[in-house]
C-alpha cells in the first residue's frame, strides 16, 4: 500500500514555500498526497492556492478578525485531528513557524504519526522577537522526525540542539524554487490585471520603495514610527512608495489612518504572489518586516532594510544585501536616504546573490523523504 503524506499549510508564506513542493511531491506514485489548509488565513491564502493551481483535499477554514493567538491555536488542535484520524498518514509536513505549523506538528506527535519539518533550524534564541515564531520553531524543532534544514547555519542550530545529524538535510529554502519559477514565468510575458494596474498608476521614472509589514512584536509604536519615517522618505519626489497593507486589523488601522493622504504613498490590497514579485522586481529598495522577502530580495539583487531587531535569517546580513534597522524612526529614515543618495552604497547592497537556495529544495526533500520514509 502506498505511503500517505499529509501537507498542512495555512498562511500566505507557508502555501508560497509549499505550493512548489506540492506539486514536487506529487509526482511521486509511490505517495498519497493530501493538503490540509487550515486556513488560519483567507483571503491571502487563496490568492497562493489559486496561483499555484492547488485545490485542499482538506480546509478547515478556522480563521477569523483579529484572531488571537490560543484561540487559533485551540480551532486548529480540534480541526486537525479530525483530519488526522480520517486519513491516517504516515507523514505530516509542516512548514515554518506559524501557529499552523507548530500546532499541526503537535497534533501529529500526540497521535504518533511522523512529522517533517520543511524550513527547519531558524532561531534567533529570542523567545519575544520574533514572537511567538521563535518559539513556534523550537517546538516544532524538538517534535520533527526530519529536518528540512535551508543552509548551514539552520543544521548547526539543529545539531546544537542535540538533533541526530542523519535526520537532518540541507536542502535550500523552497521559497527559491516557487521564486524562480515565478520570475521564469514573468519573463515568459506573464501578465495579470493587477499587474496592468499597478503599472497604470505608478511613475516608471521614479525609484519605486516596497514596503511591507505584519510583526506582532511591531503593533503599536512600532508602526506608528514606521508610518512616521514613510512620510519623511516621501518627501523626496523621486520616489513612489508601494504599499501593499496586509489584512490584519493591528496593521489595517494606524497604516490606513496615517498613510492614505500622500500622492506618492500607494497603499494597496495584499498582492497575488505574481505581482509582488513583478514589483520586486522592479523596486529600487525593500523596506520591510517580512521573513519570506528577507529571502527573495537577495536573489533579485534588491537591497532590503529590515524593520526588525533580530533576525533568523543571518545569511543575507552577513553577504550585506539586508540591513537591519528596527523600527526606530531615524534610523529607517536615515538608512533609506542614504540610499537613495549613496550610489556606492546602493551598488554594495544590491549584488544578486542567493544565500537560501538554487531552487532544487523540493526535489532534495523528495529524495530525503523517498530514502527514509
Ligand atoms: C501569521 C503568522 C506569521 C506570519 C504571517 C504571514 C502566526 C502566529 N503568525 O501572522 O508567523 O509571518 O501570518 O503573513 O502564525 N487576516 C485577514 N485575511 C487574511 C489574513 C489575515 O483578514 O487572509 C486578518 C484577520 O483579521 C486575522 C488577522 O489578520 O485574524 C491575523 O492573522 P494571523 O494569521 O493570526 O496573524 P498574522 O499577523 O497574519
Ligand atoms: N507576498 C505576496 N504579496 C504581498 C506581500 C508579500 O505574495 O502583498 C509574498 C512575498 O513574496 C513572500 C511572502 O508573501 O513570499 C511573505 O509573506 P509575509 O511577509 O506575510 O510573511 P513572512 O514571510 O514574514 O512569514
Redesign the pocket.
Known amino acids: 500500500m502506498s505511503k500517505k503524506i499529509l501537507i498542512c499549510f495555512g498562511?500566505?508564506?507557508?502555501a508560497?514555500?509549499m505550493g512548489s513542493l506540492v506539486h514536487e511531491l506529487k509526482k511521486e506514485k509511490a505517495y498519497n498526497v493530501k493538503i490540509c489548509a487550515t486556513a488560519q488565513h483567507r483571503e491571502?491564502l487563496d490568492?497562493?492556492l489559486s496561483f499555484f493551481e492547488i485545490v485542499p483535499d482538506f480546509d478547515l477554514d478556522i480563521m477569523k478578525a483579529n484572531q488571537s493567538l490560543n484561540e487559533l491555536s485551540s480551532r486548529i488542535f480540534i480541526k486537525i485531528d479530525a483530519i488526522l484520524l480520517d486519513f491516517e498518514p504516515d507523514l505530516v509536513l509542516v512548514h515554518?513557524?506559524?501557529t499552523t505549523s507548530s500546532v499541526c506538528a503537535w497534533a501529529a506527535f500526540h497521535r504518533g504519526i511522523k512529522v517533517g519539518h520543511v524550513e527547519a533550524g531558524l532561531r534567533t534564541f529570542n523567545k519575544h522577537s520574533p514572537f511567538p515564531?521563535e518559539i513556534n520553531r523550537q517546538i516544532t524543532g524538538r517534535i520533527a522526525d526530519y529536518h528540512f534544514a535551508p543552509t548551514d547555519i539552520s543544521r548547526n542550530n539543529l545539531l546544537q540542539e542535540k538533533n541526530s545529524s542523519e535526520n537532518i538535510a540541507v536542502t535550500g529554502n523552497t521559497?527559491i524554487d516557487?521564486?524562480l519559477w515565478t520570475v521564469n514565468k514573468l519573463n515568459n510575458n506573464f501578465t495579470n490585471e493587477s499587474i496592468l494596474n499597478l503599472t497604470s498608476k505608478i511613475n516608471p521614472d521614479k525609484k519605486i520603495i516596497l514596503v511591507?509589514g505584519?510583526?506582532r512584536e511591531n503593533f503599536g509604536q512600532g508602526f506608528l514610527n514606521i508610518c512616521k519615517s514613510l512620510i519623511s522618505i516621501s518627501e523626496n519626489t523621486d520616489v513612489e512608495i508601494v504599499f501593499?497593507v496586509?489584512l490584519n486589523p493591528n496593521v489595517q488601522k494606524p497604516v490606513t489612518e496615517l498613510l492614505s493622504d500622500y500622492d506618492n504613498i500607494h497603499l494597496?490590497?495584499?498582492?497575488?504572489?505574481p505581482?509582488?514579485?513583478w514589483i520586486?522586481m522592479k523596486s529600487y529598495l525593500i523596506i520591510?518586516?517580512?521573513?519570506?522577502?528577507?529571502?527573495?530580495a537577495p536573489s533579485l539583487g534588491k537591497p532590503v532594510l529590515v524593520m526588525r531587531d533580530t533576525t533568523e535569517r543571518p545569511e543575507a546580513v552577513d553577504a550585506g544585501t539586508v540591513k537591519l534597522v528596527g523600527t526606530d524612526f531615524e534610523k529607517i529614515t536615515s538608512e533609506a536616504f542614504s540610499l537613495l543618495n549613496n550610489s556606492k552604497l546602493y551598488e554594495k547592497m544590491s549584488k544578486a546573490h542567493n544565500p537560501y537556495g538554487d531552487g532544487k529544495a523540493n526535489k532534495r526533500i523528495v529524495n530525503f523523504i523517498n530514502k527514509n520514509l
Open positions: 498562511t500566505r508564506p507557508e508560497i514555500k491571502m490568492q497562493v515554518g513557524d506559524t515564531e521559497v516557487s521564486l511591507t505584519h510583526r501593499p496586509h494597496v490590497a495584499p498582492m497575488d504572489y505581482t509582488f514579485v520586486m520591510t518586516d517580512s521573513g519570506g522577502v528577507q529571502e527573495e
